[in-house]
């Protein structure tokens, strides 16, 4: 059983920082992209950014400039380093692996930020 499981969401000021982490756990023994998405209140779910298992590295035009991501293969995690953080990044953030060829999301996080 493969799961991934987020961490690091919660309450910001405007102008603030979080640190998003996604640990995926299980029997694994390929992890290719991981990715993070997020969904705000009546909106659809929109990628943020992605990161193949060789670094290649792809952001949405929300992010660029602002996001970071990266990840450690070694531990089979994935973090979104997210700087001067806006209003409208609030959402649910959630990351997506595709391991062994499936696909597998986590739970969510919730991000929050306050004006």
């Known amino acids: 059983q493969v799961q991934l499981v987020e961490s690091g969401g919660g309450l910001v000021q405007a102008g603030g920082s979080l640190r998003l982490s996604c640990a995926a756990s299980?029997?694994?023994?390929?992890?290719?992209?991981m990715d993070w998405y997020r969904q705000a209140p009546g909106k659809q779910r929109e990628l943020v950014a992605a990161?193949?298992?060789?670094?290649?590295?792809h952001y949405a035009d929300s992010g660029k400039g602002r996001f970071t991501i990266s990840r450690d293969n070694a531990k089979n995690t994935v973090y979104l380093q997210m700087n001067s953080l806006k209003p409208e990044d609030t959402a649910v953030y959630y990351c997506r692996g595709v391991i062994q060829n499936r696909e597998y999301w986590g739970q969510g996080t919730q991000v929050t930020v306050a004006s």
């Open positions: 299980g029997s694994i023994f390929s992890v290719n992209d």
């Open positions: 990161i193949s298992r060789e670094g290649k590295i």
